[in-house]
């Protein structure tokens, strides 16, 4: 399998398993501060993370060299996470995923003007097509809300969270020096959890750790387990393979996986016009992954 289709391969895995966050996060949001859950999801992810460099090996004096990489990073990925859950208070997991759909057209922004990576013609109307789907969703199939701009405040706080995410994929590829992707999401994750417990150390003290509700912890170990540990080693590998509006296109099958996360908890479907939203989303992704020479 060449670079690019393992790139692909990861990706693929990563709107699958990050998809869960959405729903479970919704249902978590209010129960307890997202500094606080996310210090603890950061601590457990490095601690796994961890286990896992030493187990293979991979650990290199080197990636010690410049460690002011590792707090940019970490506090990139860090503003994200806090404004997700902040921003899923409100907005409901379906809108919120197609928020983060708009995550490639920022990352492709910032690609340019990180990396000089090229966004080709096509590549460009793919992103116009997959903004219009996200949008579509993000203001519920409503032209009178889109055309007023009614959109949800969790919507706003949360849409912040993905320009923090979309400058750390190409970030990723200008710091990264050689670095095994175990090992240079080590050092984010441990700089994150320094940077999250520092500015949110108020809310862990003040939260009653042995009363919180049990969808908190399932929530808690899903995140830190599959949405951070697992899809942080996705992304960083697919980063260094593909350019960053290829890696961040992916996103825009997070609401389909979302529509089947809430199926699957028993919530509703969204309705009919809301959809074809998700649909435009899909075509988008579809003409994003064309082998179309971009620059990588």
């Known amino acids: 399998m060449s670079p690019g289709l393992k790139g692909h391969a990861a990706m693929l895995s990563f709107s699958a398993l990050v998809a869960g966050s959405f729903s479970l996060g919704s ?3 209010n129960e307890i501060p997202p500094a606080a859950l ?13 286990a896992a460099m030493l187990a293979t090996g991979s650990a290199r004096r080197t990636a010690l060299q410049a460690p002011w990489r590792y707090p940019l990073l970490g506090g990139l990925f860090a503003v994200y996470f806090v404004l997700m859950f902040e921003g899923l208070k409100t907005a409901p997991p379906v809108s919120a995923a197609a928020v983060f759909t708009l995550t490639p057209v920022l990352s492709g922004l910032a690609g340019w003007l990180l990396l000089r990576q090229v966004t080709t013609p096509r590549m460009a109307l793919a992103l116009a097509i997959g903004a219009a ?3 579509w969703v993000i203001f519920r199939a409503d032209p009178g809300a889109l055309l007023a701009f009614e959109v949800g405040r969790g919507e706003v706080i949360y849409f912040f969270g993905c320009v923090s995410h979309a400058i750390y994929t190409p970030m990723v590829r200008k710091l990264n020096r050689g670095e095994p992707a175990l090992v240079f999401t080590f050092g984010m994750l441990v700089a994150g959890t320094v940077l999250l417990t520092l500015y949110g150390w108020r809310d862990i003290r003040a939260t009653d750790w042995a009363a919180l509700p049990g969808i908190v912890w399932i929530t808690l170990v899903y995140i830190a387990v599959f949405a951070s540990s697992a899809t942080f080693v996705l992304l960083q590998f697919a980063a260094m393979r593909l350019p960053s509006a290829k890696v961040m296109a992916y996103t825009y099958l997070t609401p389909s996986w979302v529509i089947g996360w809430e199926v699957a908890l028993g919530n509703a479907m969204p309705r009919a016009l809301v959809l074809g939203g998700v649909v435009l989303t899909i075509v988008a992704l579809a003409m994003l992954l064309r082998d179309d020479g971009v620059r990588a």
């Open 133 to 135: 789907g996200a949008l």
């Open 27 to 29: 249902m978590a949001a």
């Open 38 to 50: 996310n210090a603890a999801r950061f601590a457990l992810a490095a601690i796994i993370i961890g």
